[in-house]
């Protein structure tokens, strides 16, 4: 089993973060994260192939954006809000119009 890199969150990077959502897929899944808490990679209907969007899910979890954990034969996302929120005060409000 593939251990999930998560950086802490004083190791997030304000770049990494911005560039984690610059991408509308990306910015969906947060968006869907912040309202439905935590919903498995297989749960989510995006219109990109699936190493696409393993790859958008990479991209989120090593800006510290989202917190995966493996569940069976599935990885589970949950958005990092409290810590995003704590490191860098009204970003996801201000990116995702919350």
């Known amino acids: ?3 999930l ?3 802490s969150a004083t190791e997030f990077d304000l770049s990494a973060v911005l560039h ?3 991408d509308p897929v990306r910015r969906s899944i ?3 994260l912040a309202r439905e808490g935590e919903v ?3 749960g989510f209907d995006l219109s990109v192939s699936k190493s696409t969007s393993t790859h958008h899910f990479r991209v989120l979890r090593e800006a510290g954006l989202i917190e995966q954990r493996e569940q069976g ?3 589970l996302n949950t958005l990092r809000r409290d810590e995003v ?3 860098f005060p009204g970003l996801l409000e ?3 119009g919350e």
């Open 1 to 3: 089993m593939e251990t």
């Open 5 to 7: 890199a998560h950086p």
């Open 20 to 22: 984690a959502l610059s």
């Open 30 to 32: 947060v968006r869907r």
């Open 40 to 42: 498995p990679c297989g």
């Open 73 to 75: 034969n599935r990885k």
């Open 85 to 87: 929120e704590q490191r």
């Open 94 to 96: 201000a990116v995702l």
